[in-house]
């Protein structure tokens, strides 16, 4: 019997100090360690086997200062409520409350564009984050479709995710199918720029399967450099994924 009173299974949670902490078995790891998982804004504490989960739970509670550190340093979740503001696809928009469905209003002036939703808290944003996934569809899709022409591939298929571990993937063309790409949903809320460069990186593997040189040469024929947004993602992302944390648009 483990310090806690109790045995671990992989996947549990357990609370330390008021911090959550994930316990997690990973058969290539060499020992107990700890990360952050910035964009699940959790602490994983990991152990190359089930036996040694207990180790892992200790080795969490004896550094609780160094998880509350971490755990502080996270951006605050940005809940979707009326009045609140975001930038989609390059577009400043406010969320308003308003009957019916959810709507995209475009304005007329210098007045940002409107989303409105009924409902209140978790059903408000539900309703607006429904809205975020179709407008990040056509916007990633024409994106896809720019860069997929640029490089003389047929256009795949476009789909979303709200993965938690990458920003999108390419799925190679199988048995004559269309190829198909998968976006987080959530590049719709990154700067245009960012939100283009995954857009070429996932098509340059329409072509080159790897991350190797020529893959590289592709993705910067497209956009130029990607380092800029690569570190835009690495520094920020965890932002993005505080936007209406903690609701699903299912």
């Not at 109790?6 to 549990?12: E, H, I, M, V, Y």
């Not at 003389?152 to 790409?181: E, F, H, N, Q």
């Amino acid at each position: 019997m483990s310090p806690f009173g109790r045995t671990f299974s992989d996947g549990d949670r357990i609370e330390i100090a008021g911090a959550v902490i994930r316990l997690s078995v990973h058969a290539r790891a060499r020992r107990v360690s700890l990360r952050l998982d910035r964009s699940r804004r959790e602490v994983v504490a990991t152990a190359p086997s089930l036996r040694r989960l207990a180790e892992a739970a200790a080795f969490a509670r004896d550094r609780i200062d160094w998880i509350s550190a971490r755990l502080a340093e996270l951006p605050a979740p940005q809940p979707l409520i009326p009045g609140a503001e975001l930038t989609v696809m390059g577009q400043t928009v406010r969320l308003a409350y308003a009957p019916g469905r959810a709507r995209w209003l475009t304005a007329t002036g210098e007045a940002p564009d409107e989303i409105t939703a009924q409902g209140e808290g978790e059903g408000f944003s539900r309703a607006v984050q429904r809205l975020l996934r179709r407008r990040a569809l056509e916007g990633l899709s024409d994106l896809t479709r720019i860069h997929a022409g640029a490089l003389g591939a047929p256009m795949p298929k476009v789909a979303l995710t709200d993965a938690r571990s990458r920003w999108g993937s390419c799925k190679p063309s199988v048995g004559g199918g269309p190829a198909v790409i998968r976006y987080s949903w959530r590049l719709a809320l990154a700067p245009l720029p960012v939100a283009d460069y995954v857009a070429a990186h996932e098509c340059a593997h329409l072509l080159e399967l790897n991350h190797g040189p020529r893959f590289w040469a592709l993705v910067e024929a497209l956009i130029g450099d990607p380092a800029p947004h690569r570190a835009w993602l690495r520094a920020h992302g965890a932002r993005l994924h505080a936007v209406g944390a903690g609701v699903s648009a299912q």
